[in-house]
């Protein structure tokens, strides 16, 4: 999994954009969601997988819930019961959107709400402590 400005001989799975923010609030998350996706042309129903860093802290896990709803017939995932939670723990999430849609396949592990449907374009969505936000876009 590397990031490269130039095709490479691997799926083709691309960056669209992204919008990070550093000492953001999470209050706001759901709505800066919706204004990600506006300024990228697109609805909730756009979005195949939702890819959400849910870390098994109820308070920091709060910010994800309005998200979430936001997205009611997307394949929802997490990641951070896999990997732990740590300030570069969003690489590791972002491999798995990339390999979500790279083979069309999630393991059945972060899974947390399933829709029969390809994967063609994925939402990540993280925080690190209710502090450092990412949103990612990726499309196949």
Not at 26 to 42: I, K, M, Q, Y
Not at 62 to 72: C, G, K, M, S, T
Request: aromatic fraction near 10%; include cysteine; charge should be negative.
């Amino acid at each position: 999994f590397v990031l490269d400005d130039r095709p490479g001989d691997g799926p083709d799975v691309r960056l669209a954009d992204l919008d990070i923010t550093y000492r953001g609030r999470a209050d706001g998350l759901a709505a800066r969601v919706a204004a990600f996706l506006e300024r990228n042309g697109l609805t909730a129903g756009d979005v195949d997988l939702l890819m959400l860093g849910y870390n098994g802290d109820a308070v920091q896990d709060r910010a994800y819930h309005p998200v979430l709803a936001l997205f009611p017939t997307a394949t929802a995932a997490a990641f951070k019961h896999l990997c732990g939670e740590y300030c570069t723990a969003n690489a590791f999430g972002m491999w798995l959107c990339w390999s979500a849609l790279a083979s069309g396949a999630l393991p059945k592990e972060a899974v947390l709400r399933e829709h029969a449907s390809p994967f063609r374009r994925a939402l990540f969505v993280d925080h690190f402590q209710l502090k450092d936000f990412s949103l990612v876009l990726l499309e196949r």
